[in-house]
Structure formats: C-alpha cells, structure tokens
C-alpha cells in the first residue's frame, strides 16, 4: 500500500498461529510458544520494533505458566502482551495454544504466513503451505535469540 504510488505505509496486520503443546508443564508451554513464536517471526520477516502487540491464548488444561514469557525471553519488552484461556467448548481441541500478533508491516494480507503446526494444522487445513521444518535448527536459532536478549 503507498499513499503516492511511490511512498509505502505500514498498516497493522493480524498474524495467526497455533500448536499443541504435548503437557502442561511451564518447560513444555515455553518450549511450544517459543516454537510457534520463532516461526511466526522467520516466516514472516518480523522486526521486534514493527510489533504492536501479541495475545496469547491457551485451552484451560494449559495453565502452569504464562506463554507470553517466551516473547520476553526473545527480548519483546516493549511490545504489549496478553495470556488469557480460550472459551470452553464441546469438541473443541485441547492443550492448544494461540497467538495473534498485531504487526506493522507493508504487507498485504495475503502474503502473510499463519503457521498451524504440531497438529493444530487441523484448526486452519486451507493454511497448510508451511515449509518442513527443521527442529534442530530451530531451536538452534531460538537458542541465540535468547542469549541475545540475556546479553542485552
């Protein structure tokens, strides 16, 4: 979007993703957040100052720590947060976890990548363009965010 044909302009763009987390330990919630925030960010081109702010959802059998501690270890401190539970409904999937971001970004729609992975795929199935994933390099890159922000 440019306002002259020349000059772009940022307009805030919602950035949806979800995973299952395997158990309801404050070790497992960091770990999936910190996983699904990771893709979310690489996929996307994310600039930590370009980010409004995230809400983090879970269902209500995730409860031992709040997932938006995984942005702060990622060094987001200046970036607005919100955990809260997801609505109790029949059928619904459990131990999933949510995040929409509120990004700033020059964008349009649809090239933005929601990311659904580690069966939360079956929330978004008409979002499975998601590239294979290399764990071990993920978590690699997620390492050095962390360190980056303890150093900071």
Same mark, same amino acid.
């Given at each position: 979007m440019t306002l002259d044909n020349s000059t772009p302009i940022k307009v805030c763009r919602g950035i949806r993703g979800a995973t299952i987390i395997e @158990?309801?330990?404050? #070790?497992?919630?960091?770990?999936? =957040?910190? @996983?699904?925030? &990771?893709?979310?960010?690489?996929?996307?081109?994310? @600039?930590? #100052?370009?980010?409004?702010? &995230?809400?983090?959802? =879970?269902?209500?059998d995730l409860d031992a720590t709040f997932p938006a501690v995984a942005a702060r270890q990622f060094n987001w401190f200046d970036v607005a947060l919100m955990c809260f539970h997801e609505l109790e409904t029949p059928g619904a999937m459990r131990k999933c976890l949510r995040i929409l971001i509120h990004w700033n970004t020059e964008k349009s729609a649809n090239e933005i990548k929601h990311v659904y992975i580690k069966g939360a795929e079956k929330l978004r199935p008409e979002r499975g363009d998601l590239p294979p994933v290399d764990w071990d390099e993920l978590e690699e890159w997620i390492q050095k965010q962390i360190n980056r922000s303890v150093v900071q």
């Open positions: @158990e309801n330990t404050p #070790e497992a919630i960091l770990k999936g =957040t910190r @996983e699904l925030l &990771a893709l979310i960010i690489r996929l996307n081109g994310i @600039e930590q #100052e370009d980010v409004a702010s &995230a809400i983090f959802s =879970t269902t209500s």
